[in-house]
């Protein structure tokens, strides 16, 4: 049990075994954020934009995992030689976050960590029956960020926000990831948290984190919300339009927003992640009914869905992998919503 607790602790985030898990080196010397990209690795199976796609993860050692389970909440560091390669202040060090990237900017799949299947692979959304791609609205072409989520969070359905009023939504937490690059989907990033904004979609609190990679030439600018306004002027604001609109096209009503559609700073966005990283804990602990979640996992310590690697190797393995069936392509339209754009 106490073992348990000191892996429960917010301030080191769950420690899970394996490549990636750790934040403080022996000795408690804090160390230097490294590429996350470099610790795991993805292996896709069947077409892309066909509902047989998948997209599974392994670790370093080759070891199959689940990105929503076994990858950290926090970041990893490194050092050289003993010595860390950087020594970053310490109000950033504890802003340093995992990012699996879903959907890359630009692109139209809805790309989505399959929650409800083991070892949650990311998979491409369907709507009756046909992979869904999200429509292209004037001025832009799909996701205007990178998209993707937290590891190790989820939004409980059955818990109600006090800061909105409405449950979550059953999935881990949404970011938007703001820098500079185009990332490739799958990929695992370190990012550190600017803000939030309170997505109501369909009466559930869906909280979408705003971010940037560490390693993102301009990402020294950015601390808090109010350096995206200062250095990306116009960017939130298209942020809350899009968010507002992309269902629109598919006949849809608009979405609303908690707090007049305002962001919330740094400090009120890491409230929000711990708590739930808290809930992703009761929810792998057994103490709390997750439904048709998934819960397979590789690395948790003392989990009890937790599987060996040949349980994951054969849970992969029997997913088929095709090759003779077509990838569907999307149509590209554009929609034009007029004065529905202005902020």
Request: aromatic letters at 10%; charged letters at 25%.
């Amino acid at each position: 049990m106490r073992a348990l607790l000191r892996g429960l602790r917010w301030a080191g985030g769950w420690r899970a075994g394996g490549a990636g898990g750790a934040g403080v080196a022996h000795g408690g010397v804090r160390r230097a954020p490294r590429p996350a990209m470099a610790l795991y690795r993805t292996e896709p199976r069947g077409r892309p934009h066909t509902a047989d796609y998948r997209l599974f993860f392994q670790n370093a050692a080759g070891h199959y995992i689940s990105p929503f389970h076994d990858i950290p909440l926090r970041a990893g560091f490194t050092e050289e030689g003993g010595i860390p390669t950087k020594r970053p202040r310490s109000e950033d060090s504890e802003n340093l976050f995992n990012m699996i990237v879903e959907v890359p900017r630009w692109t139209n799949a809805k790309m989505e960590i399959a929650t409800e299947e083991p070892l949650n692979p990311i998979k491409q959304d369907t709507k009756n029956g046909k992979p869904r791609f999200v429509a292209n609205i004037f001025p832009h072409k799909g996701y205007i960020w990178n998209y993707g989520a937290l590891p190790q969070t989820w939004e409980d359905p059955r818990e109600k926000c006090k800061n909105t009023g409405c449950c979550g939504d059953n999935d881990p937490i949404d970011v938007c990831e703001i820098g500079s690059k185009v990332l490739p989907h799958g990929a695992v990033i370190c990012v550190k948290i600017l803000g939030v904004l309170a997505l109501i979609d369909e009466g559930e609190t869906d909280w979408k984190l705003i971010a940037i990679d560490v390693n993102d030439p301009e990402a020294s600018k950015f601390h808090d919300i109010d350096d995206v306004k200062k250095h990306k002027p116009g960017y939130l604001e298209a942020t809350v339009n899009w968010l507002r609109l992309y269902k629109v096209p598919d006949g849809k009503p608009e979405n609303q927003f908690a707090f007049n559609g305002e962001f919330r700073n740094k400090a009120f966005a890491l409230e929000v992640i711990r708590s739930a990283h808290e809930c992703w804990k009761a929810l792998l602990m057994k103490k709390c009914d997750g439904g048709t979640i998934s819960c397979t996992n590789v690395q948790v310590c003392d989990s009890p869905f937790q599987c060996s690697q040949e349980e994951a190797r054969s849970l992969v393995q029997s997913v088929p992998s095709p090759v003779s069936k077509e990838s569907i392509e999307e149509d590209q339209v554009w929609h034009f919503l007029g004065k529905k754009w202005d902020p």
